[in-house]
């Protein structure tokens, strides 16, 4: 390896020097002890620690290892000088052949080898330094002289005549203290620099773990639905062959009466048949002494007129005529098949208050935003989002999901001091004045808290509540087809505090309106029956 790639492998990344004290990392990576401990300082607090080179992370402060290996090879780099044949410099003076330079006279513009070194001049003019083929770039273009010193105010390097000229005055520093300098103050805006990396690092993670969090409920509900709809169909497939075989029961213990009926009957038909021959046959005999001789005919009269439902054991009565099928049976079954369907369809439609987050492109400037999009905070620090026609102008948000259909709750907690409105609105609503906020127009509806008072408005009609015990905690619940808008209070039992009723022409969306306070949307569990019940 040439010198110059070598001397760029002992480089510490951080400071860009030569390692001072070097040390490892378990991730393999060296750096000067104090450059680490500087950088490592700087992650206190946030409870991950990471390496400047690969970034990788660490959940507690990593030991420092001295690398001694490192270290040995570092004392040697520094004693032993490069030799002037790796780095194509050679000795000006020798003319017959080239010899590795050693040292090069920033005075004389020339490079010496140890021969003509140790025969240089050493008055204090002479300036050696290590081997350059750039030592004109060395000296003052104006005056000839070595540059010795760094003028600040100008950035420009300068010599001791600049200095006593169009340099006096000014801030000077040696030429081989500046660097230094330099150095320091780029290790301090290093440090800000992976400050700035680790906090963009942390936000990246957590709006990847909002997004794997968002995913892993998007699959959940997903699952769940299609849990739902197998579950469906299975019920309905079970049903549908309960009723089939209900009715099949039923259309054979029907059948079986009516073909031993039938079967009667046509004896019954051979048997008068064969009395109706038999009287024909007597009425064609012209002889009278035969037809006195015939046994008594009185069985051979009407049946009718001797009883014939008697004789036939009771089996003349109508048939059913089908429409006798018992019903009972199947319209149970039907009804729990309903019933089921129901209950399924209202655990796929009731959403929780999870699922509502703020809209950050309507908030105001006076709002702050969690970052999990549940917390809306009032500020007096301007928030310097764009302006934009979606936007609340004062103390204002609402969320990003509308409901156009279905029954919906969320809750929501406060403080017990500061003045809020919560409630539901158009996305038409005004964006812009005093008629923009939540129950002063015709398109919102809120429960507003007031110096220490409730009320419920609507288009700016005011309706005070009897309430004087302090309110933090309040469930909205939306019936979008009823046209019902329902306030409670979260105690225990729940109380209901005023139900709005109105027929809903567009999407309604959650809203927040709070002067010198905070609103927190809660979680909570699915509860819709009790609800229905107590509204």
Excluded at 37 to 66: I, N, W
Excluded at 334 to 362: C, E, K, M, Q
Aim: glycine share 4%; proline share 4%; net charge negative.
């Amino acid at each position: 390896m040439a010198y110059a790639d070598l001397r760029e492998e002992l480089l510490c990344s951080i400071c860009l020097s030569s390692y001072t004290d070097p040390v490892i990392l378990r991730c393999g990576h060296n750096f000067c002890r104090i450059c680490i401990d500087q950088s490592l300082d700087t992650q206190d607090g946030s409870g991950v620690y990471s390496c400047p080179e690969c970034r990788e992370k660490f959940q507690e402060r990593p030991a420092l290892m001295r690398n001694l290996a490192l270290h040995k090879i570092m004392e040697k780099f520094l004693l032993t000088p490069p030799t002037q044949m790796e780095t194509g410099i050679f000795c000006t003076y020798c003319v017959d052949s080239p010899v590795p330079a050693v040292r090069s006279c920033l005075h004389c513009e020339a490079s010496l080898c140890d021969k003509h070194l140790r025969a240089h001049s050493k008055s204090a003019e002479h300036v050696l330094s290590d081997p350059s083929t750039s030592l004109e770039k060395r000296k003052c273009s104006v005056h000839k002289k070595i540059l010795q010193y760094y003028c600040t105010e100008d950035a420009a390097s300068i010599c001791v005549y600049c200095s006593a000229g169009e340099h006096r005055g000014h801030r000077v520093e040696m030429l081989d203290e500046s660097p230094e300098n330099k150095k320091r103050k780029l290790r301090n805006v290093l440090r800000k620099l992976i400050t700035k990396i680790n906090d963009i690092e942390e936000k990246v993670q957590t709006l990847e773990e909002h997004g794997r969090k968002a995913q892993d409920q998007a699959a959940g509900k997903a699952k769940r639905v299609t849990a739902l709809c197998t579950d469906i169909r299975r019920q309905v497939e079970a049903q549908d062959k309960k009723i089939l075989s209900e009715i099949s029961r039923q259309e054979k213990e029907e059948s079986l009466p009516l073909s031993v009926l039938i079967h009667q009957l046509e004896i019954k038909k051979d048997e008068l048949s064969r009395k109706v021959r038999h009287i024909e046959e007597l009425g064609n005999i012209t002889d009278p002494l035969s037809i006195l001789q015939e046994p008594d005919t009185g069985d051979l009269c009407d049946p009718e007129e001797e009883g014939g439902d008697e004789d036939t054991g009771g089996h003349d009565k109508q048939p059913h005529d089908g429409d006798d099928l018992d019903v009972a049976v199947i319209s149970h079954t039907l009804h729990t098949l309903r019933n089921a369907i129901t209950g399924i369809r209202s655990g796929i439609y009731v959403v929780s208050p999870a699922d509502i987050l703020l809209d950050v492109t309507t908030a105001a400037n006076n709002l702050h935003i969690s970052d999990d999009l549940m917390t809306a905070t009032s500020t007096r620090e301007e928030q310097k989002r764009p302006e934009t026609a979606e936007r609340f102008q004062h103390y204002q948000v609402m969320s990003r999901r509308g409901f156009t259909s279905g029954r919906h709750y969320w809750d929501v907690k406060s403080s017990r001091s500061g003045d809020w409105r919560v409630g539901m609105c158009y996305p038409s609503i005004d964006r812009r004045g005093q008629q923009s906020e939540i129950g002063n127009n015709n398109k919102s509806w809120s429960l507003w808290r007031y110096n220490n008072q409730y009320l419920v408005t609507h288009d700016k009609k005011k309706l005070r509540l009897p309430h004087s015990i302090p309110i933090d905690r309040v469930r909205i619940c939306l019936d979008y087809e009823v046209g019902q808008l329902s306030f409670y209070e979260l105690c225990d039992p729940i109380r209901h505090l005023y139900t709005f009723t109105a027929t809903f022409s567009e999407p309604l969306h959650a809203a927040l309106c709070l002067w010198n306070d905070s609103i927190k949307i809660l979680g909570g569990s699915r509860n819709w029956k009790k609800l229905s019940f107590m509204i």
